[in-house]
């Protein structure tokens, strides 16, 4: 016969929060646990106007960010993180956690936030991004990570786009949602007369663009949004027309064509770097 203690949902090891008071960890069935883990669906969100940042990258940027109105962490968790986590965290079960994660492997810390939504660019802007109809949460998780990585100015998610607070492309942005402006706006074609408005060039990825990247230094040394289109279909003939240039990425290699979040690096770069070789 096993000689094994019982399961128990007490915490194993809270010296590291000595004013807290041992008392049972928060199960799946608490209240505020419930009520954390309908922001895991779209409909939760809106309702709530939350959503969860999972991970160490997310939480911790999340923080930083002052957008924090709940943490979660499991005892491991806290014992892993503690150099940055609040002694505010309440600690969850493992299942709790699981409950509350989108992953196989949970990360241990969830932070419920506030959205993120802005509602308009900010004055000035030399480098926006604007994904248009992107359809998978992780490209836009990993285009908004380029452009934060670059010093890009804001993101504006257009047209029919992946709501930035999903789970997936929280976690495919390591953080940076909470870095960068978001806006959303559903109509493409007024996000375009808005850039132009401000100054800014609109520059419309297409394979068959009149102007190579090569040798588009001198455009992109002015203030500048790229359009990127949908991963199946790119941008739309209408939006392209409505750009300054159609720009095309040149291919040496034998790859017919680069994927969405490739391309954006690819061009956000290239835009960074021309701007501030100008600055200098």
């Known amino acids: 016969m096993s000689t094994r203690p019982p399961p128990s949902s007490t915490p194993r090891n809270l010296s590291l929060y000595p004013e807290r008071p041992a008392e049972p960890l928060f199960t799946e069935r608490t209240p505020r646990v419930v009520s954390a883990s309908k922001l895991l669906r779209v ?3 809106r309702k709530a106007g939350r959503f969860l940042a999972e991970g160490a990258n997310a939480a911790e ?7 924090v109105e709940e943490l979660y962490a499991t005892v491991d968790g806290a014992e892993r993180y503690a150099a940055w986590l609040p002694a505010t965290v309440a600690l969850v079960t493992d299942r709790a956690m699981r409950g509350l994660s ?7 810390v969830v932070a419920v936030c506030r959205l993120l939504d802005a509602h308009d660019l900010p004055a000035d802007v030399r480098l926006v991004a604007v994904p248009v109809d992107i359809a998978d949460p992780g490209n836009a998780g990993t285009v908004i990570r380029v452009s934060d990585a670059v010093g890009a100015d804001a993101v504006v998610l257009a047209g029919e786009s992946v709501d930035p607070h999903n789970g997936k492309c929280v976690r495919s942005s390591a953080g940076s949602v909470f870095h960068l402006p978001l806006v959303r706006r559903r109509d493409a074609e007024a996000v375009v007369a808005d850039l132009r408005a401000r100054g800014l060039t609109v520059l419309a990825t297409a394979a068959d663009g009149e102007v190579s990247l090569d040798d588009a230094d001198e455009l992109l040394a002015r203030p500048t949004a790229w359009l990127f289109g949908n991963e199946a279909h790119g ?13 095309r990425i040149p291919i040496r290699g034998r790859a017919e064509s680069l994927n969405l979040a490739t391309a954006a690096s690819i061009c956000l770069y290239q835009s960074a770097r021309v701007q501030a070789r100008s600055d200098a």
């Open 43 to 45: 409909a939760g969100r």
């Open 235 to 247: 941008l739309s003939r209408e939006l392209q027309t409505l750009a300054d240039h159609r720009v």
């Open 102 to 108: 989108e992953t196989v492997t949970p990360p241990g």
């Open 61 to 67: 940027a999340a923080l930083a960010a002052g957008v």
